[in-house]
């Protein structure tokens, strides 16, 4: 009876398996939409560090050693041209000059008595009283005189301007520096470090400088035979301050330098901007826009691309709607587009939306997208 409950058993067993349907799973491709890249004209605006220096940046320092009497400015004020900054005790000059006063009035009374003396024997010549030498002889101690009078007045100039260097005024109009010397510190014009500094900043000077490849692309787009002619035509700049605001005035690139710099293989531009509310200082730092016009260039979103350890990658859409993660190299930017410089062609296809989490050789099924490149 066992054997034949287990052989039922196992006959019910074997027909209720043989009447279950196998399952199927079907997989759907992911419905992701796809832009079109065309080649267009773009205009990129790249950024360059630069730094910022006065229109006249002037290093105070005095002409002669003495100690300084008097400080008449504080740091970082605004000064006039001609303005007094400091005083040097003027008393060791002016005997200077009293002492070479007193020596030009002697060299004068010698040249007086010398020219009497000429005056004295020219009669006595004439008649034959004294010999000729003696009068020849009055004659060059009267030149002799006459020269140490101009050498006199020499002293005298020298004096003067020894005393007028005591006195050290603005050459230049603008802001007042750091003064590491304090009213009573000798001072000398031998010293390494100067009195302080002097900033004329109605308008600064941005230094920045371009590669070997973007000088080329830069020169190449504007008009005229010389840099000369291709400076009139440049555009304004713009700059960006270290906050990441835009200055509110514009600048004109007017110096391009005359050789590359052989360590850094570039070369220095300079643009010139108006500070007239003295915003700007020497020393700031910053960045230059500058925009340059590509033709044929291929502009992609910005949202359609992933960044993987300092790299961008797009995802390419092939024939078969087999999708391929692509490495990219950016040339620069165009407001929220990229210009590419390697990875794509024109005519190719990439994932717009929707690539997180795609997989390389993922079938998709495209979308239509009204999408479009945005040109500047």
Sequence with gaps: ???????????????????????VQTVTAPSLPVININS????????????????????IRPQISGNLEKVFVDEGVYVNKGQSLFKINDLP????LNSAIASLHAAESAAINAQLEVDKLSPLVQNKVVSEYQLKTAQANYKTALANIAQAKAIVNTAEINLGYTLIKAPVSGFIGRLPKKQGSLVSSADIE????????????????????????????????????????????????????????KGRIDMIDGQFDKNTGAIALRATFPNTKGLLRSGNTGKVNLSVQHENALLI??????????????????????????????????????LVKE???DGNRIVFKGFENLQEGTIIAPENTDKEVAKN
């Design 343 to 345: 990875g794509i062609k």
């Design 93 to 96: 000059f002016r005997a200077q």
């Design 301 to 338: 979103p910005q949202e359609a691309t992933i960044e993987i350890q300092d790299k961008i990658f797009v995802f390419t859409v092939d024939k078969s709607n087999k999708v391929s993660k692509q490495p990219i190299t950016i040339a620069g930017k165009s407001g929220t587009n990229y």
């Design 1 to 23: 009876m066992k054997n034949i409950f287990l052989g039922v058993l196992i006959l019910y067993t074997l027909s209720a398996c043989s009447e279950k349907k196998p399952i």
């Design 194 to 249: 100067a009195l302080t500094q002097l900033s004329d900043v109605h308008e600064v000077h941005v230094y920045f400088s371009l590669g070997e490849s973007d000088f080329i692309a830069f020169k190449s787009q504007y008009e005229g035979f010389s840099i000369s002619d291709k400076i009139k035509n440049l555009p304004p700049v713009s700059l960006i301050l270290p906050d990441n605001s835009v200055y509110s005035e």
């Design 40 to 59: 267009t004209s773009a205009l990129t605006i790249s950024e360059y560090p630069a730094s910022i220096q006065g229109a006249v940046n002037v290093e």
